[in-house]
T-cell receptor
Framework: DARVTQTPRDKVTEMGQEVTMRCQPILGHNTVFWYRQTMMQGLELLAYFRNRAPLDDSGMPKDRFSAEMPDATLATLKIQPSEPRDSAVYFC??????????????FGPGTRLTVL | SQQGEEDPQALSIQEGENATMNCSYKTSINNLQWYRQNSGRGLVHLILIRSNEREKHSGRLRVTLDTSKKSSSLLITASRAADTASYFCAPSYNTDKLIFGTGTRLQVFP
């Protein structure tokens, strides 16, 4: 049963600390998305990758957020320094696309981040 | 904005009743997808309907698409308490992105 996995599931940290969230996409999927969900803003796309290359990170605050794919089995989202307004649930999703991606996305369980 | 807009924002029904949710969007699409999110969980893909399709079924789900009105509807028949969740539509344009709306919160009472 192929699934997207995310770690940690919950993270509580203090303002100013670095936070790293990890995602393992489904094996064989070449497109990975990072989303953030809050009550106020809903589900926002932060960034996405195709074949490990970043294609769009326009939804991400550049000064403190960074996203990478060190290899095909790992995507990371880092916040440094973290702020209380970063508190949200962060989702990773993966899918299979060639040339453009219009298909189904498979979501992970999310990382609930609380910044105090 | 390219996001889909779901209507109603919230819906409460009794088990066994049908639930209908609507989605409107702004410009021409390649396809439109519906997702479900149970409380505290990630989104789960329900159904994808292409722009040249008018209706699609999956179990108790029926999705329709009217490209002339730029709208779609999701019908859940014979609802169950387990259908309680938020439902999102996501229009897909000529990009890789899905832009999710704010969703319809469905509550099904036993």
């Amino acid at each position: 049963d192929a699934r997207v996995t995310q770690t940690p599931r919950d993270k509580v940290t203090e303002m100013g600390q670095e936070v790293t969230m990890r995602c393992q996409p489904i094996l064989g999927h070449n497109t990975v998305f990072w989303y953030r969900q809050t009550m106020m803003q809903g589900l926002e796309l932060l960034a996405y990758f195709r074949n490990r290359a970043p294609l769009d990170d326009s939804g991400m605050p550049k000064d403190r957020f960074s996203a990478e794919m060190p290899d095909a089995t790992l995507a990371t989202l880092k916040i440094q320094p973290s702020e209380p307004r970063d508190s949200a649930v962060y989702f990773c999703a993966s899918g299979l696309g060639t040339g453009g991606f219009n298909g189904e996305q498979f979501f992970g369980p999310g990382t609930r981040l609380t910044v105090l | 904005s390219q996001q889909g807009e779901e209507d109603p924002q919230a819906l409460s029904i009794q088990e066994g009743e049908n639930a209908t949710m609507n989605c409107s969007y702004k410009t021409s699409i390649n396809n439109l997808q519906w997702y479900r999110q149970n409380s505290g969980r990630g989104l789960v893909h329900l159904i994808l309907i292409r722009s040249n399709e008018r209706e699609k079924h999956s179990g108790r789900l029926r999705v329709t698409l009217d490209t002339s009105k730029k709208s779609s509807s999701l019908l859940i028949t014979a609802s169950r308490a387990a259908d309680t969740a938020s439902y999102f539509c996501a229009p897909s344009y000529n990009t890789d992105k899905l832009i999710f709306g704010t969703g319809t919160r469905l509550q099904v009472f036993p």
